[in-house]
């Protein structure tokens, strides 16, 4: 049995060495899930050096083969030494599903160039029109040989600009159900015809992007799963997205503030109402470990709804902790708290929205949970 507390004593013992003041401060800065990639891809190629980068993977594709309770250590750990997030894309959500659908082909070309950082992925999935209707979306992708022609855009596309790759669902059929004509592409951000523009948060930051397709023309052997089947392969790979560890950076979040908020028994007493919600919010991440098929996708589900609720009141709380001056900070404020409460509250408004909405999830779980 592995020793937890020596376990959590050599994670703090390389986060002390390898992460320096540069990227500790992009991880205080950091107003998203997202860090701009200057900063998330040397601190993947230190966690790479080390064999941590994808602490969820299996071994055979290069995962450390640690149990639940290691990552969740690990998590935790990072979440306390403010580490920069990496990029989601790649190593949780497009590369679980390469390992289930693709072929060996793919997974042997896809695989190690995420795991190094060679690869940076953005999500194809919303277009104008076709958010949390999903099933609606219209990019069309018609078969020519041995490739399939793109044209329409996909919008909302977090890191499009900074991209090598794209997953994208298109639309290779208008036959019969909606989701029955949607395909699963792997795209080249480098092919000819794509085009992509920014869009500027509320907060004045360039996350986002819409990305138009002009005759793009992508291999058919590209393709994730069979042609007409990509929703399949779509709804597991939301299993990776909506599911995941929030009470550990939420716990930090928290300790944090709770630093900031000096006596004020008002902010306490909403700091200890917080602390008891994610700590319900651990017991339910706990009892999902292991959760299988169905069961994971209902729990994926449950903690889309809890964690993403839960970032959005204790990002309100920092801002009533930080106070009015966090709504007119200049330009290089030196205040991280300052800095960051009001982008972190705006960047979050998005959180139950993304995903598919928090309303859908309500349904989902009904479904299964209730009949």
């Not at 049995?1 to 986060?15: G, I, N, P, S, W």
């Not at 958010?131 to 219209?138: E, F, H, Q």
């Not at 017991?283 to 299988?292: C, L, N, P, V, Y």
């Amino acid at each position: 049995m592995t020793d937890l507390a020596a376990f959590r004593a050599e994670v703090r013992q390389f986060l002390a060495d390898n992460l320096d003041e540069e990227l500790a401060r992009a991880g205080r800065r950091q107003t998203s899930v997202f860090s701009e990639p200057e900063h998330s891809m040397p601190w993947q190629a230190k966690l790479h050096a080390r064999g941590w980068a994808a602490i969820d993977w299996p071994v055979e594709y290069g995962g450390p083969g640690w149990s639940a309770m290691q990552k969740y250590i690990f998590s935790a750990e990072c979440a306390r030494a403010g580490t920069p997030s990496l990029m989601p894309q790649g190593l949780k959500m497009v590369a679980p599903v390469l390992m289930h659908y693709g072929t060996q082909e793919q997974k042997d070309f896809f695989l190690p160039r995420i795991l190094n950082g060679e690869h940076y992925w953005c999500q194809g999935f919303s277009e104008p029109g076709s958010g949390s209707d999903l099933a609606s979306l219209k990019l069309r992708a018609d078969r020519d040989g041995d490739h399939y022609v793109l044209n329409g855009s996909k919008i909302w596309t977090t890191h499009a600009h900074h991209a090598n790759w794209m997953f994208a669902l298109v639309r290779t059929s208008s036959e019969g159900k909606p989701q029955a004509g949607i395909s699963f592409l792997l795209i080249d951000m480098a092919t000819p015809g794509l085009k992509v523009d920014p869009i500027i948060s509320l907060a004045g930051e360039h996350e986002l992007n819409q990305v138009f397709f002009d005759n793009v023309r992508v291999p058919v052997a590209n393709r994730l799963g069979e042609e007409n089947d990509g929703w399949s392969v779509a709804k597991y790979l939301l299993t990776f997205e909506r599911g995941g560890r929030y009470a550990p950076t939420l716990f930090a979040q928290l300790g944090k503030l709770r630093e900031e908020a000096d006596d004020d028994p008002v902010l306490q007493d909403r700091l200890r109402r917080e602390a008891v919600t994610v700590e319900a919010l651990e017991a339910i991440e706990m009892k999902s470990i292991g959760a299988k098929g169905a069961e994971a996708a209902l729990y994926a589900s449950v903690l889309k709804v809890q964690g993403t609720e839960a970032e959005q009141r204790i990002a309100v709380l920092a801002c009533d902790i930080a106070g009015a001056e966090a709504w007119c900070v200049p330009d290089g404020q030196s205040n991280d708290r300052l800095a960051t409460a009001v982008p972190r509250y705006l960047n979050g408004r998005a959180a139950t929205i993304y995903a598919g909405s928090n309303e859908i999830q309500r349904d989902l779980i009904a479904r299964v949970s209730l009949g």
